[in-house]
């Protein structure tokens, strides 16, 4: 038999047809109508030169050939069933090491309780937390194999990637509580005094410019930036001890402590935060759980 012209769809009508011994409850079975499995059982008689279902004592009986058909039959099609829809993994008994490019403040935000759900449904997963420069090198770090798993804001990430949402942020204005720019003030910040201090900017990268320049450029006002940091994690001790100014992002300042917060006196639009893979791994289950529970974690 040349198995080219076998229609797989043909074995699974078969398969019903056989545990039935009945075409109106195989097609009920199927969800297909009489006509149509009656058809497909004669195209498997022609495909197996046997009557395979006869008439018998009232009912169908199965012919000693569709008899010693079943078994095979079965086991030919759970085989299929299983190449295509391979059995879930057992994630308790992974044992794998897995490399995260992400920030330095997600570490910090994520990191405990990533790693207590990890303990719970995953204990053989190893992570290595690997420093985030910009959302391309990090695209560049899953192309390479460098990291497995990455989480940034990938607005595209191309056909070669993957991504899921973990998380939505605005931003927030931050200044220490006794800051000069807030004298006389119990309303907020106004734009001129927010535009009278040096500000502090982050970029894994050294740029001097973002989302909130932006901003500013499209009401025709700029800021000056005083100084430039490669980590959030810093900016909370800077503002504490100095008149400098900061935009981040509002989970950094959600406890501000001894800073006051206060939203953008100038409307800045907030961003989405992925976790990004290569499609290489699509079937690599540590990294799509360690992706979803990150997506628990900090959404």
Same mark, same amino acid.
């Not at 079943?70 to 086991?75: N, V, Y």
């Not at 800077?238 to 800073?259: F, N």
């Given at each position: 038999?040349?198995?080219?012209?076998?229609?797989?769809?043909?074995?699974?009508?078969?398969?019903?047809?056989? @545990?039935?011994?009945?075409?109106? #409850?195989?097609?009920?079975?199927?969800?297909?109508?009489?006509?149509?499995?009656?058809?497909?059982?004669?195209?498997?008689?022609?495909?197996?030169?046997?009557?395979? !279902?006869?008439?018998?004592?009232?009912?169908?009986?199965?012919?000693?050939?569709?008899?010693? !058909?079943?078994?095979?039959?079965?086991?030919?099609?759970?085989?299929?069933?299983?190449?295509?829809?391979?059995?879930?993994?057992?994630?308790?008994?992974?044992?794998?090491?897995?490399?995260?490019?992400?920030?330095?403040?997600?570490?910090?935000?994520?990191?405990?309780?990533?790693?207590?759900?990890?303990?719970?449904?995953?204990?053989?997963?190893?992570?290595?937390?690997?420093?985030?420069?910009?959302?391309?090198?990090?695209?560049?770090?899953?192309?390479?194999?460098?990291?497995?798993?990455?989480?940034?804001?990938?607005?595209?990430?191309?056909?070669?990637? #993957?991504?899921?949402?973990?998380?939505?942020?605005?931003?927030?204005?931050?200044?220490?509580?006794?800051?000069?720019?807030?004298?006389?003030?119990?309303?907020?910040?106004?734009?001129?005094?927010?535009?009278?201090?040096?500000?502090?900017?982050?970029?894994?990268?050294?740029?001097?410019?973002?989302?909130?320049?932006?901003?500013?450029?499209?009401?025709?006002?700029?800021?000056?930036?005083?100084?430039?940091?490669?980590?959030?994690?810093?900016?909370?001790?800077?503002?504490?001890?100095? @008149?400098?100014?900061?935009?981040?992002?509002? #989970?950094?300042?959600?406890?501000? %402590?001894?800073?006051?917060?206060?939203?953008?006196?100038?409307?800045?639009? %907030?961003?989405?935060?992925?976790?990004?893979?290569?499609?290489?791994?699509?079937?690599?289950?540590?990294?799509?759980?360690?992706?979803?529970?990150?997506?628990?974690? !900090? %959404?």
């Amino acid at each position: 038999m040349n198995l080219r012209s076998v229609d797989l769809n043909l074995l699974v009508i078969l398969d019903a047809l056989l @545990d039935e011994a009945h075409v109106t #409850r195989a097609a009920k079975r199927l969800a297909l109508s009489q006509p149509a499995t009656s058809s497909a059982l004669e195209r498997c008689r022609s495909l197996f030169k046997d009557a395979l !279902l006869e008439r018998g004592a009232g009912r169908m009986r199965l012919t000693p050939k569709a008899q010693a !058909l079943r078994a095979p039959l079965k086991q030919a099609l759970a085989g299929l069933q299983s190449a295509l829809e391979p059995p879930a993994t057992d994630l308790k008994t992974l044992s794998r090491t897995l490399r995260l490019a992400m920030s330095d403040a997600l570490v910090a935000f994520a990191i405990g309780p990533l790693h207590a759900r990890l303990r719970r449904t995953a204990p053989g997963l190893d992570l290595v937390f690997m420093p985030w420069q910009s959302a391309q090198d990090a695209l560049h770090r899953l192309e390479q194999g460098d990291a497995d798993l990455a989480i940034s804001a990938f607005p595209d990430v191309g056909a070669n990637f #993957r991504r899921i949402e973990v998380m939505t942020e605005t931003y927030r204005v931050a200044l220490r509580a006794k800051h000069p720019a807030l004298t006389g003030t119990t309303r907020g910040l106004s734009l001129e005094k927010w535009l009278a201090y040096p500000h502090i900017f982050v970029s894994g990268r050294g740029e001097t410019r973002g989302p909130l320049d932006e901003a500013l450029a499209r009401v025709g006002r700029t800021r000056r930036v005083g100084l430039v940091v490669p980590s959030f994690m810093v900016v909370p001790m800077l503002l504490e001890e100095s @008149d400098l100014i900061a935009t981040v992002p509002a #989970r950094l300042v959600a406890k501000p %402590g001894k800073l006051a917060v206060f939203k953008p006196p100038v409307p800045v639009e %907030g961003f989405t935060l992925h976790a990004a893979w290569h499609a290489r791994r699509d079937d690599d289950p540590a990294v799509r759980h360690v992706a979803a529970t990150l997506a628990e974690v !900090l %959404g």
